[in-house]
């Protein structure tokens, strides 16, 4: 290969390589423990095919995970209407019903119907503090709608493994 060759091949590597960012996950908001540990989460009704997901990743940690349904079941047993299940009630109801922690999820979904922006909330039953909050975004590369791009872009699947995994690792 010549040298102006190996020089063009160079620049369009370093070219591609800059114009593409993988998924990434920040934590927003950490909050040292305080009260008993978490053992237990509920997965706020609301957080969608998102919540799902992530109810499903965090079931191979060590967690007992109440998914949306059973979340529902509780603060109805306790007389807590769904949308107040992040209220002060309605967090003393989730404690009192054997829940440590309820996660909260919001998805913004993208042009792929792939998850653009997540954002995830864990709060404590027992003191109300939110232990830690995480925003996930979805990676992009090219132009809009390229191969790159959609190389890029990760599903939901991904996304949730990503964010339970981070919150396993913050909850300890």
């Given at each position: ?7 063009i091949l160079m620049a369009t590597l370093i070219l591609t390589a800059t114009g ?93 119907g792939k998850p653009q922006i997540v954002t995830a909330r864990l709060i404590n ?31 939901a699947s991904e996304a949730a493994r990503q964010i339970s995994a981070s919150l ?5």
């Amino acid at each position: 290969m010549n040298r102006s060759t190996s020089i063009i091949l160079m620049a369009t590597l370093i070219l591609t390589a800059t114009g593409c960012a993988g998924a990434r996950l920040t934590e927003m908001i950490h909050t040292p423990p305080s009260g008993p540990p978490v053992g237990s989460v509920a997965i706020d009704p609301q957080g969608g095919i998102m919540g799902e997901e992530i109810a499903l990743h965090l079931r191979n940690g060590r967690l007992r995970v109440f998914d949306p349904d059973q979340t529902i079941q509780i603060a109805r047993r306790l007389g807590i209407d769904d949308y107040q299940i992040n209220s002060p009630e309605g967090l003393e109801g989730l404690r009192n019903g054997g829940v440590d922690a309820l996660l909260i999820v919001k998805t913004m979904i993208g042009w792929d119907g792939k998850p653009q922006i997540v954002t995830a909330r864990l709060i404590n039953t027992h003191t109300s503090e939110v232990i830690t909050g995480l925003s996930w975004e979805n990676g992009w590369g090219g132009d809009f709608g390229s191969v790159a791009d959609r190389t890029m872009r990760k599903g939901a699947s991904e996304a949730a493994r990503q964010i339970s995994a981070s919150l396993l690792y913050r909850i300890g």
